[in-house]
């Protein structure tokens, strides 16, 4: 009884957290979608094409159910990295439709096999798993990166919580924000060693851009 209701408590946390990532996406731009805010290059829709990947492996192959397209092996030293940005000849619908086949891929392989079912996944030091395994990992994954595409997001826009409607302008207004961001910058410079300098703002404010983001 337990393994059931344990395997539909992650299923259903893993398909929250899916759409909650994928709204991160609504309303922008092709190019900041794109745009790498961080200085890795984290970015909102590599955040996806990632996740695709992992979805599709994870549940795919992991338990000999392979997704039905292509997926770069995980092996492969030259596809290292190239699943966390997108070319400029890949677009949103068929990074995003990509994710949802994923998706389908592993709920279908998530209903059909038992929460103890046995997988293997070369790549780990301890490559014998089961479903219970996998579901936590690949839950646990995709949460971390919507914790990302949150912060992307508000410094994109303002945009924070898991629906366009939830904005940091409309929640308080400029002020009542800048005042509590100078409140916790104060805070934090109290407490560094005196001989430090100041540095530049490392976080412009929601929906602003120094010239050097400006598109080229």
Not at 30 to 39: G, K, M, Q, S, V
């Amino acid at each position: 009884m337990i393994d059931a209701y344990a395997k539909t408590y992650l299923h259903d946390d893993l398909r929250w957290i899916r759409e909650a990532l994928l709204s991160k996406l609504d309303g922008l731009s092709e190019y900041d979608i794109r745009r790498p805010l961080t200085l890795t290059g984290t970015n909102l829709l590599g955040l996806i094409k990632h996740l695709s990947i992992t979805e599709a492996r994870y549940f795919g192959e992991v338990f000999d159910r392979p997704f039905p397209e292509p997926v770069p092996r995980w092996d492969d030293e030259s596809q290292r990295g190239a699943d966390m940005w997108a070319t400029e000849h890949e677009t949103r619908a068929e990074i995003v439709d990509r994710y949802r086949r994923a998706w389908d891929h592993a709920d279908a392989t998530i209903n059909a096999l038992a929460i103890d079912a046995a997988g293997h996944v070369p790549w780990w030091p301890r490559p014998d798993v089961k479903l219970f395994n996998i579901l936590v990992h690949v839950l646990t994954e995709t949460s971390r990166h919507a914790g990302h595409a949150d912060i992307l997001r508000e410094q994109l826009d303002g945009t924070v919580g898991v629906d366009g409607a939830s904005t940091v302008q409309q929640e308080k207004d400029a002020a009542f924000w800048a005042d509590r961001r100078a409140k916790i910058e104060r805070a934090a410079r109290a407490v560094r060693p005196t001989s430090a300098e100041d540095g530049p703002d490392p976080v412009p404010p929601p929906g602003k851009q120094s010239p050097g983001d400006q598109p080229g």
